[in-house]
C-alpha cells in the first residue's frame, strides 16, 4: 500500500507525488482517481512533481498516481485536418459529445478517430528498402492527398504492404525485422522531428498584407514576433495570414486567449472558399485551442502541440503556416507553473531559462530537405503574437523573441486608438531576411519592386524628420518641397500600409496590387517634385484627384484589377500633366 | 468523488486571512472548510492548497480574533457552491449569497460549484446580436453585442457605474427580448450600491435583477467569491433557464486588490507592481465566463467596471483585464472635467465584437461611418496639440477643419445628456457632423455610401 505513489500535496497546477523512484523528466503520469494527465517536471528523491494538464480543483491528497513510462505524445496521421484540438490533443468536438457544453476533466478522447477507415494506396512494394521519411503510400484527405510517412528512426526492408481501407490504429505492412508499418504514428511533442538538411529560403512568406510584403517580408521557414498591447490587432493579423497568406497547410494555436475568438474562427474557417481549389481553408487546417480559462499546463503544451503538427506536415512537403496567439501566455504559462515550483526566478518572474526555450522553439521553424524518398522539401513559417504587459516592448518576452525571430512586426496602441490598420510601427517593426527575399520579388513581381521599396522606406523616414519639425513650427511654415513629403507620407500610410480587414475587396492585397499602388505613389511623389523644381506651386498640384486615383485602386473589385490599374494610371499622369510635373 | 467531512482539532498557524493545518489526510482542493472558535460564529473558508504536511485554509470572514490553537477546522468535503434559482431574482444578497433585503434565505433550484467549467470552445456561438443601449459612443463607435465582456475602465471619481447603469436601463435587443440582471458590488461604497439600486427600486426591472453586495466595509476574501457567486447564478439563468443576462460587476480593482492581499499572505512570489503573477489566467476565469452557446438560447454578456489606479491605463489591472476582454470603454478625466457626459474617450475604446453586430442590423454604411468618424477624430485631436504649441493659424486648413470637428464631435455627439439615443438618431448625428466636412476629407467614405447618403437624406423630410 505505501509503495504506490500518491498525490502528496496539490497547489494549483502543480501536484507533488510520493513514492515515485526512477521517475523520468517529462514523463506522463495518470494522477488520482480520475486519471488526469500530467507530466513530471522535477524529480527530488523519491518525490515527484507533476504538472497536471487538467483542472485539478476536487483532487484530494492520497489518490494514487500510475505511471505510463512515455512522454506527452501526439497521433499523427489522417484526420488531423479540420480537427480542433485542445492543448494535449484531445479533440474538443468529441469533449463535447462526451461531456456536453462545458468541459470537465479526466475524460479521454484520442486525437484521431479510432474508427474512420482510410482507403490507403501504396506506392512501394515489399523488398523495397525503406528509411525514415519515406513515403509509403497516400490517403485521401480533406486537403486532397495525405502522405503515410515511414516514422522517424524506423528503417529496414518492407515485407508487406497492403492496400485497403484501414483504420489509424491497423497495421498496414510490415518490416522484415517485425516493425508494423501504420497510418499513423505517435510522436513526442517537446522533441523537434528530425530533417535531411536545414536550406536557407530565398522565396518569401507571402502574406498578403502589403505593409508586410512589402516593407517585413520574411522568407518562408522564418519565424516572426508580433508584440503588441491589448487590442493593436495581433489577432487579426493572425488570422488574416491564416487565411491569406500563401500556405498548404495552416496550424493555428489559440494559446491562453479568448473563447470568443475561437468561435470566431470556428464559423469563419470552413466558410472560407479557395477559387482555385474549391476547397475551405478548415480543409487544409488544425486549430488548436487552450483558451485563457482552460488549465494554465495544458496552455504551456499546446504550442509544442501545434509544432509537432506542424512539422509533420512539413514532412510530408508541404508549406506549413504556424500561427500562435499568444505566445507571451505560453511563457506567462510557464512562470505561474515556475513560481509555485518556488525556482529562483529571473526578470520578471519568468524562469531564467525563457530565452532559450524560445530559441529552442523558434528554431523548430524552417525550410528543410526533409527525411526520405521522394525527395522533397517542406517549410513552416511560425508568427507568434507577443502581448507586452503595459505595451511596453523592452519586457523580457518580446525581448527574448527579438534575439531568435528573423522579423519583428510591432503594433503600436498609437495608432490603433486612431483606427489606422494594421498598427504596424515601421519605426521599430524590421525583418532581417527583406534582402535576401529581394531577389525573388524583382524577377516575380516587377523589377522596380526594391527600388520602390527604398523610396518609400526613404519617404517615411523624412516625414518623421519633418513631422517632429512641423510639430514645434507648424506645418504651415514647412517648404512646399517638405509639405509634398508630408502629403505623400500620408498618403502611403493611409493607404498603401493601411488596410482594412474587413474590407470584402483588400482585405488581401495580391503582390501585384501591392507593387502598383506602389508604384502610383512613387510616380506621383517624383512627379511633384519635377514639378516644384519646375517653378510650379503645391497649390497647383491636383493631390486630391491622385489620392483619389489610389483609393480607387486600394478599394476596386479585384476581378477589375488590370482596368483599375490602368484608370488609376491615367489619372496620376493627367494630374502631373496638368500641374507640369510630366517628364 | 464523495468526500466525508474530517474536523481537526488546532491549526498551525495563521497570516492574514489563511488558517495552516498540519497533518490533514485526504484534504480535497477546494473543498469547503467551517472553523468554529469560541465565542463567534462559525467562519467560512476553502482549501486553496492541499498538502500532508501543510494545508491552507483561505477564510472569507474576518480573521481577527482568530486563534489557530483553539480553533476547531471541519473540511466538508464539498465544493464551494452557491445557490441558484429563479426565486433569486428580485432580491438583494451579501458577496456570499446571504440574504441582506430582511427576506428569508432563497430557496433556489440547486446548487452549483462556484469555480464554473470553461465553456468548451466549439459549442460557443458567435456573439452577434446587436444590443442598443441608448448611448452614441457605445452604438455608434463601440457597439455592444450579447455574449460579449465590455468592461468599463474608470477612474477614481468617474461615473463608471453610473454609465453601466445607463447601459442597464436603455439596454434594447432587436427581438426585444429583456435582459436578467445580476449585480455584483465588489467592494463598492454604500453610496454606490444605493445609487444603482435606486435605478431599480419599484421598477418591473427590478424583478428580473438579483444583486450581490460586498461592501467596502465587507470581509475583503469575500470579494474573492462574490464575482463567482453572481456568474453562477448569471450562468444558471442563461444556460439553464434561457434567459439573456446581464452582469455588472463593480468594482474588478477590489477584486485584484484582494487577490494581492492572499498572495501575500502566502509569500508567493509577486509579479508587476506585486500582483500575483497568475492575475491574468485568474480574471480570465471570471470575464470567460460571458458567451453564447452554439445550441442555447440564453446568453451572458458582461459589463465589468475597473478604477485604473492614477487613470493609468498601462497599470497591470487595466492591461491585463484589455487583454482578456473584447474590448473596453475607456472614461476620460479631461472630458468629465468639461461636462462631457458620458465621457466616453472614444480613441483608446474599443469594441472587438462590432463588426459581428453593425450592418444589417444597423445600417450598412455603420463600418465606414465609424471609421471616418475615428480618423476625422483623431486628425483633430493631433491637430488640438499641435496648436496647443504653434497656434490653430499655423495648422494647414485641413488640420484646422478637423479641430474644429473634433471639438463639435465631443459636444454634440460623444456628449448627449440624460437623453436616450436610438441607433437612427446616433447614425443621423454622425452623418450631419461629417457633413460639416469637404468631401475631399472624407476618404473612409467611398463614393457610393458617400451617394446613398445624399439620396436618403433627400427623401427624408
Ligand atoms: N487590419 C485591421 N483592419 C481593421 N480593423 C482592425 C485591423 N486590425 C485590428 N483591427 C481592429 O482592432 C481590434 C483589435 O484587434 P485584435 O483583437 O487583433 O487585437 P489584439 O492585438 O489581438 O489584442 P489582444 O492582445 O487583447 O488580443 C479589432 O477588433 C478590430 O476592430
Ligand atoms: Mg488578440
Redesign the interface.
Known sequence: MTDIPRV?????ALT?VAPLPGAALHEIVRVG??GLLGEVIRVRGQTATVQVFE????????EPVRVTGAPLEVDLGPGLLGS?LDGIGRP??R??AL??????AGADAPTLDPDRRWPFTPSLQAGADVGPGDVLGTVPDRNGEHRILVPPGVSGRLAELKAGDWTVLDPVGRLEDGTELRLAHRWPVRVPRPVAAWRTGARPFVTGQRVFDFLFPVAEGGSVAVPG???TGKTVIEQSLAKYAEADIVVYV?C?E???E???V??EFPELVDPRTGRTLMDRAVLV?N????P?AAREASVYLGLTIAEYYRDQGFRVALMADSLS?WA?AL??IG?RL?EM?GE??YPTGLGSRLGKMCERAGRALVPGRPEREGAVTFISAL?P????LSEPVTQAAGRVVAALWALD?GLA????FPAVDWETSWSLQAEGVAPWFAQHVGEDWPALRREVLTLLQRDRELREV????????LEDAD?LVLESARLAR?CLLGQ?A?DAADASSPLAKTRAMAALLVRMLEGGRAALAAGRELGALDL?RA?RAL?ALR?GPPAQFEETVAAARAEVEASLRQAGGAT | ?I?PARTYLGAAGAAGPLLFLEG???????EVATVRCAGAPPRRGQVI?????LTVVQVLEETIGLGPEAARVTLTGD?AAGTVGPDLLGRVLSGAGAPLDGLPAPVGAGRRPL?????????????ADFIETGISAIDGLNTLVR??KLPIFSGSGLPGLALAARVVAGARTPRGEPFAVVFVGIGVTQRETDEFLRGFAGTEAMARSVFYLNRTADPTIERILAPRFALTQAEYLA?ERGMHVLVVMADLTQYCEALREIGAARE?????RGYP??L??DL??LF????V????TGSVTQLPILTMPDDDI???IP??T???T???IVLSREMHRQVVDPPVDV??S?S??M?AGIGAQTSPAH?RWA?QL??SY?QGRDARA?AA???E????PE?RRALAFADRFEREFIHQGPARRTIAETLEQGWRLLESLPR?DL?RI?DATWAERRTAREAAP
Not at chain 1, 470 to 477: F, K, M, N, S
Request: charged share 30%; aromatic share 4%; no cysteine.
Open positions: 502528496v500535496r496539490i497547489a494549483g507533488e482517481d480520475r483542472e485539478t480543483i476536487g483532487l484530494a491528497l492520497e480542433v474538443l468536438e469533449l463535447a461531456q456536453g457544453d462545458f468541459l470537465a498591447g491589448f487590442g489559440g491562453g479568448r473563447g470568443n475561437m468561435a470566431d470556428l464559423t485551442v483558451t485563457s480559462n482552460m494554465v501566455r506567462e512562470r505561474e513560481s518556488r526566478p520578471e518572474g502581448s504587459p503595459g505595451g511596453d496602441a486608438h486612431q483606427r489606422q512641423a510639430g514645434l513650427v507648424g506645418p504651415d511654415a509639405r493611409e482594412s474587413y486630391t489620392r483609393v478599394d | 468523488m468526500h490533514t489526510r485526504r484534504a480535497v482542493l477546494g492548497e492541499a498538502g500532508e504536511d465544493p469555480q464554473g467549467a470553461p465553456m468548451n470552445p466549439v459549442r460557443r456561438r458567435k456573439p455574449g460579449q444556460f508567493e512570489i509577486p509579479g508587476r503573477g497568475y491574468y489566467t480570465a476565469t470567460e465566463r460571458a458567451g452557446l452554439r445550441d442555447g498601462t497599470h497591470p492591461d491585463l484589455g487583454y482578456i473584447e474590448g473596453q480613441l483608446p474599443l472587438r465584437l463588426s463600418r471609421d475615428y480618423a483623431a499641435t504649441i504653434v497656434g493659424a499655423g495648422l494647414p488640420d475631399e476618404r467611398p
